[in-house]
T-cell receptor
Framework: GAVVSQHPSWVICKSGTSVKIECRSL??????MFWYRQFPKQSLMLMAT?????????EQGVEKDKFLINHASLTLSTLTVTSAHPEDSSFYIC?????????????FGPGTRLLVL | EDKVVQSPLSLVVHEGDTVTLNCSYE??????LLWYKQEKKAPTFLFML????IEKKSGRLSSILDNKELFSILNITATQTGDSAVYLC??????????FGTGTRLKVLA
């Protein structure tokens, strides 16, 4: 399967600071990447769809000014949590859409755990 | 509204047992259904199903789609403790939106 990396794996930060998370597709180009958030024992919640070279599409209820997404190249999307607060603490997972081959699928990065103190 | 429902929510079995996990879906302009396994980190891809009635197999895992009755099942035979995980299914819509179910938490006891 394809490889998607995320950096960092873990972040602990103080309230009010901004945190940037990177998502890279290592062995394929991804025009579309997705950002999810997952709370303990709950399923993935799609936050936004990131399209290379254009603005991200945010899901209802997700603040675009709070969660800034940039997809500057075909292999990199970034999510910046601005002015983070304790309620932003969560597991953030990115995925990249792989359209090679007969059908398309989505490969996930390993996730980033964010803890805001 | 698009939705994916998985059952059961949670399952505890003994090693060697066979389990069947269910996923029903209502997805606009349905394209495909995917199964993922999630342990402590992010989900890992298991299967993608697009055609009804065709079984996909990988070792002890197999899956099939019924796009008339709008469901899929994931079978795991001769379960091992390493199969303990949350199994997620996702329906893919015509606009390539992925709708995830809440998952089935499987625990396999030694």
């Amino acid at each position: 399967g394809a490889v998607v990396s995320q950096h960092p794996s873990w972040v602990i930060c103080k309230s009010g600071t901004s945190v940037k998370i990177e998502c890279r597709s290592l062995d394929f180009q991804a025009t579309t990447m997705f950002w999810y958030r997952q709370f303990p024992k709950q399923s993935l919640m799609l936050m936004a769809t990131s399209n290379e070279g254009s603005k991200a599409t945010y899901e209802q209820g997700v603040e675009k000014d709070k969660f800034l997404i940039n997809h500057a190249s075909l292999t990199l999307s970034t999510l910046t949590v601005t002015s983070a607060h304790p309620e932003d603490s969560s597991f953030y997972i990115c995925s990249a859409r792989d359209v090679r081959g007969a059908g398309e699928t989505q490969y996930f990065g390993p996730g980033t755990r964010l803890l805001v103190l | 509204e698009d939705k994916v429902v998985q059952s059961p929510l949670s399952l505890v079995v003994h090693e060697g047992d066979t389990v069947t996990l269910n996923c029903s879906y209502e997805v606009t302009n349905f394209r495909s259904l995917l199964w993922y396994k999630q342990e402590k980190k992010a989900p890992t891809f298991l299967f993608m199903l697009t055609s009804s009635g065709i079984e996909k197999k990988s070792g002890r895992l197999s899956s099939i789609l019924d796009n008339k009755e709008l469901f899929s099942i994931l079978n795991i035979t001769a379960t091992q403790t390493g199969d303990s995980a949350v199994y997620l299914c996702a329906g893919v819509s015509g606009t390539y939106k992925y709708i995830f179910g809440t998952g089935t938490r499987l625990k396999v006891l030694a």
